[in-house]
């Protein structure tokens, strides 16, 4: 629309935005909402610490109704109401709930007319997601991780490369690894390689493990039964259990389960010395570290950045809205200086205004952070005094500053802002968003990449998940009489009446015949549920289905830590663009077993009392 239109061109002015033109487009009520709108945007007396508006701070903020802190909300000043055109009484008389409705149709269409996508329209692939309630105002300051978080990989091509440098490395150990090559598709993050049996395995919530792979072959459901019937994942048994945190696991993942292959074929020579599939697993991570570590895998994406980064031209605009808004913007990543600067340069500089680096996006810098440690300890702190990446020993941060190493609690004293008005964001599970939380009391945003595959395939499956589902309800009520019919034979059997009067007067033909035909139905249902079941989530991965779901109904593990550790979660930081660094987000509500129940409930006390 043209109002959509001029707003997007600073050149144009409040006259024409407000011309007979596009006031037609709007109702009176919206065209002096507009009016109003605009007014704010040209008034000099509008801002933090204007005579018409206040911002809270720290020390007069409280708490909402829903516990966050009111830190950093806007308050009107009601004598200054009438600067603006607005009739005080008009507006805060009458019940608040008609109030209320009205504004909200109103809001819905001006913003519409505005070209700005409501709140509702955001729940999209590009929503940010909120398990926790997390009041953004409040948040005096937000933490980046950059690899995977501000840096958006081609997995393909950077674990790829990662991938091909392990094996390189394996070769050069004596492992048989030719005819090997990189399989993206045979794990998704949020699997657990089980290191005792070679196995790579799914979890539910609890814990119990629904889906698992031995090398590179799917087992059975009755053999995952078998082997997992009575054992639950435990993270906390590190000797056994490894969780795919993040992408950068995958390269590793794919190489391990084709290794337990060699392994179980005889391939691998008595030259290497005995191996279990715990010390295979090591054998593995120590290629793959010293893929990292010797630095040819980031010499060669420094050398052709375009080649492994996806841009992202909005990011940079994104983080330039939340500094503007006055939060302090801090990085924070186990990437060293030469690697950070130049992957920020390539991904940031071109898209900033005004001759902007990347450096002035952040008042602090710090590189080599040692997470998670930076976490939970403490360690030196050094001062980045050259573009060479010469350092010297320093004891405190300051704005501006680019530093290699120290911790978070160095960071909250010179910052002076602790705890809960911190908001750190980042993509690994464990080291950015579970550490920060346990020991800091940070808020937390979680990056998930593959979020928008999986919500695009969600969408795509509503038929088949409808169709299963209508199957499995139909089962259960073919089921229930079944059930009643099996009891009342039982009870006959024992000379005792059935449940009802009419049970009882069954004759044995049609209490036999009725069960045979609901059993043969119950049986061709579970040949048509069963590969249905098998097939649902495939559309994101043949193997392992959905990444947040175990089964039909249940979270997965990792979704389970998802909404523990991460306050909220999103697919790309760039998506906080369509929210403002001012959003409340409210958590949804959550559904109980029982619930379903108390809708019946209320459904039946409807109909009872018409």
């Known amino acids: 629309m043209a109002v959509a239109a001029s707003l997007g061109n600073p050149a144009l002015t409040r006259a024409t935005l407000l011309s007979p033109v596009n006031k037609q ?69 009458g019940p608040i709930e008609e109030v209320a409705r009205v504004e909200a149709h109103e809001a819905e269409d001006l913003l519409r007319d505005l070209g700005i996508p409501s709140p509702s329209s955001r729940n999209s692939l590009h929503g940010i997601f909120c398990s926790r309630t997390l009041n953004l105002r409040s948040i005096s300051a937000i933490g980046y991780d950059m690899d995977y978080t ?79 019937g009575r054992e639950l994942v435990d993270l906390r048994k590190e000797n056994r259990w490894e969780f795919l945190n993040t992408l950068f696991s995958v390269s590793e993942a794919v190489a391990y389960m084709q290794m337990v292959d060699r392994l179980d074929d005889g391939a691998i020579g008595a030259a290497i010395g005995p191996l279990d599939y715990k010390g295979l697993y090591k054998a593995v991570g120590k290629a793959l570290f010293r893929a990292h570590v010797e630095g040819q895998l980031k ?30 913007l801090l990085l924070i990543t186990n990437s060293d200086y030469h690697y950070t600067n130049k992957m920020m340069q390539h991904s940031f500089n071109k898209f900033l205004p005004n001759d902007m680096g990347w450096r002035d996006l952040f008042d602090i810098v710090i590189v080599s952070a040692r997470k998670p440690e930076f976490f939970q300890m403490s360690h030196p702190l050094y001062e980045v005094v050259t573009g060479e990446g010469l350092m010297r020993p320093c004891f405190k941060a300051v704005a501006g500053g680019l530093y290699s190493g120290g911790s978070a609690q160095m960071i909250e004293n010179s910052l002076n802002i602790h705890g809960d008005e911190i908001l750190y964001v980042g993509d690994h599970i464990y080291t950015d968003v579970s550490q920060s939380k346990v020991h800091l009391r940070w808020r937390t945003a979680l990056i998930l990449r593959e979020l928008e595959e999986e919500y695009s395939a969600l969408i795509h499956s509503r038929g088949h998940r409808a169709s299963l589902i209508e199957l499995i309800n139909q089962k259960e009520v073919v089921g229930d009489l079944f059930n009643q019919l099996r009891l009342a034979l039982q009870r006959r059997t024992q000379g005792r009446p059935a449940q009802t009067l009419a049970a009882t007067n069954m004759n044995d033909e049609e209490l036999t015949e009725s069960m045979q035909k609901l059993l043969i139905v119950m049986q061709r249902l579970d040949q048509k549920v069963a590969p249905m079941l098998e097939a649902d989530g495939e559309l994101f991965n043949k193997r392992w289905g959905f990444l947040s779901r175990a089964g039909l109904w249940d979270k997965s593990h990792l979704m389970r830590q998802i909404e523990k550790y991460a306050d909220i979660y999103t697919s790309r930081v760039s998506n906080f663009l369509n929210y403002t660094p001012f959003t409340y987000f409210r958590s949804q509500e959550q559904t109980l077993a029982h619930d379903s129940y108390s809708f019946y409930c209320s459904h039946e006390e409807t109909t009872i009392d018409k």
């Open 299 to 328: 010499s060669e994406i420094m050398s052709n950045p375009e080649l492994f980064v996806e841009p992202d031209p909005v990011l940079p605009l994104t983080l330039l809205d939340q500094k503007e808004a006055g939060k302090k």
């Open 25 to 93: 487009h709007l109702t009176s009520r919206r065209a002096q909402k507009m009016t109003l709108c605009l007014c704010a945007m040209d008034s000099k007396s509008v801002g933090v610490g204007g005579d018409v508006f206040s911002v809270t701070s720290s020390a007069k903020s409280g708490v909402d109704y829903l516990g966050q802190s009111t830190k950093g909300d806007m308050n009107v000043k009601l004598e200054h109401l009438d600067a603006f055109g607005v009739d005080g009484e008009e507006t805060l008389e």
């Open 150 to 228: 501000l840096m958006h990989y081609n997995v393909m091509a950077w674990e790829g490369r990662a991938y091909d440098y392990c094996m390189e490395n394996l070769r050069n150990m004596g492992f048989p690894v030719n005819g090997l090559a990189f399989d993206p598709d045979l794990v998704i993050r949020g699997l657990v390689i089980d290191k005792e049996r070679g196995n790579l395995v799914k979890a539910d919530r609890f814990g119990y493990i629904k889906r698992a792979m031995h090398g590179t072959k799917m087992l059975s459901t009755r053999d995952v039964s078998e082997i997992y």
